[in-house]
């Protein structure tokens, strides 16, 4: 099932229209859809080397205004959906402190969540229920978003095929090491 689901990433990769394709999974995935993008664009700029800042862009663009679909979810359906959850279990106060905690450090969450393998679409979400500074999400996903696809577009650009299976063997296993560095530096920052 694993290879086929590969199999027609890669013809995805090779259509006329991939680049729309790309700039559609790209925007789903930060609202809704399970699937990265990473997996078409990392064939994509194999098959065309000379495009990979363009599928970048497009890839962070896409997937900065899903990321804002995301936030508007959170914001204006919440009432519809989460508040009536929150209200059963009587976890007001919980969601409250809950709430003040992610704004604190929303910044940061956003943008570990947006380069890292985690669902970035549970934070774009997070950050509408909890009312993060719209700007600053923005900001943070941009940063984030932009850093990881332009990573994952300028390794194969620059080292072709082998970078793909290592990259494929490795990502989450990378993605972790530079989210830790990452926190790490945003800790030592605001505490020194």
């Known amino acids: 099932m694993l290879r086929k689901l590969y199999d027609t990433t890669i013809t995805l990769a090779e259509h006329p229209k991939a680049l729309w394709i790309l700039a559609i999974v790209s925007f789903a995935e930060s609202s809704f859809f399970p699937i990265p993008p990473d997996v078409l664009l990392l064939p994509m700029v194999l098959a065309a080397p000379t495009k990979a800042w363009r599928y970048a862009l497009v890839c962070s663009v896409s997937s900065i205004l899903g990321g ?25 106060s919980q969601f409250e402190s809950f709430s003040a905690l992610y704004n604190d450090h929303g910044a940061a969450i956003v943008a570990v969540a947006g380069f890292s393998p985690i669902p970035y679409k549970v934070f774009t979400i997070a950050s509408g229920v909890t009312n993060l500074d719209i700007a600053t999400f923005i ?43 990452l926190v790490g530096a945003y800790l030592l920052l605001k505490y020194i």
């Open 68 to 92: 804002i679909f995301g936030y508007i979810i959170g914001a204006y359906f919440f009432d519809i959906v989460g508040q009536p959850i929150v209200d059963f279990y009587h976890l007001q």
């Open 139 to 181: 900001i943070a996903s941009a940063l984030s978003r932009s850093a990881r696809f332009f990573l994952v577009a300028a390794l194969p650009w620059k080292f072709g095929e082998p970078i793909r299976e290592f990259i494929e063997n490795h990502l989450g296993k990378l993605t972790l090491i530079f989210s830790i560095l």
